[in-house]
């Protein structure tokens, strides 16, 4: 656990913009078992690139780790760092993915994002990973397939 630096480090700043090299991982002890890990990130902000207007999101992710899994603060600070970036919801929730692959190389991963309404209309992004040659790959392709078949009902926001 030497490589982590941020956990538990009082004095760590919030980045003030889009700040992927903030991400850390830690080894995964059970490599031989398939299970998810989940993470909801009720507090996600991002810019609009063109009105500059804030958007807010809940960030749901969702992956099957593989060797490295990322550690919870180091997360925290990524998605916090997004709060001044401008990107459209669908290009948060792929970098986000992206990121998250080129970090841990996981067996399988799904991102989710559901912003509020802004201007009458609601935008929930949905992007997943499965890693080519394995089982994972054909599941991510069913999953998306058959993704929010039947979504539920909104009435949260």
Same mark, same amino acid.
């Given at each position: 656990?030497? !490589?982590? $630096?941020?956990?538990g480090d009082q004095s *760590?700043?919030?980045p003030t913009d889009y /700040?992927?090299?903030?991400?850390? $991982? ?6 031989? %078992?398939?299970?998810?890990? +989940? #993470? %909801? /990130? ?8 063109? $009105? ?5 999101? $809940?960030?749901?992710?969702?992956? *099957?780790? !593989? ?5 919870? +603060? ?5 998605? #916090?760092? #997004?709060? %001044?970036h401008g990107d459209y919801?669908?290009? /948060? ?17 799904? *991102?989710?994002?559901? #912003?509020?309404?802004?201007? &009458? ?8 990973? &499965? ?10 392709? !069913? ?12 009435? !949260?926001?």
């Amino acid at each position: 656990m030497s !490589n982590l $630096t941020l956990l538990g480090d009082q004095s *760590v700043r919030y980045p003030t913009d889009y /700040c992927p090299e903030i991400l850390e $991982t830690f080894d995964n002890k059970h490599p031989g %078992n398939d299970y998810f890990v +989940k #993470f %909801n /990130c009720p507090e996600f902000t991002s810019l609009c690139p063109i $009105t500059g207007q804030p958007d807010f999101a $809940t960030i749901y992710i969702s992956y *099957v780790p !593989n060797i490295k899994m990322v550690e919870s +603060k180091s997360l925290k600070l990524y998605l #916090f760092s #997004f709060r %001044n970036h401008g990107d459209y919801h669908e290009d /948060c929730i792929n970098i986000i993915m992206k990121d998250l692959i080129k970090l841990m190389d996981p067996k399988y991963i799904e *991102v989710w994002g559901k #912003f509020t309404p802004r201007g &009458g209309i609601s935008i929930d992004p949905y992007a997943n990973y &499965g890693k080519a040659g394995t089982n994972w790959q054909q599941i991510a392709m !069913n999953r998306l397939a058959n993704h929010d078949l039947y979504p539920e009902k909104i009435d !949260n926001r």
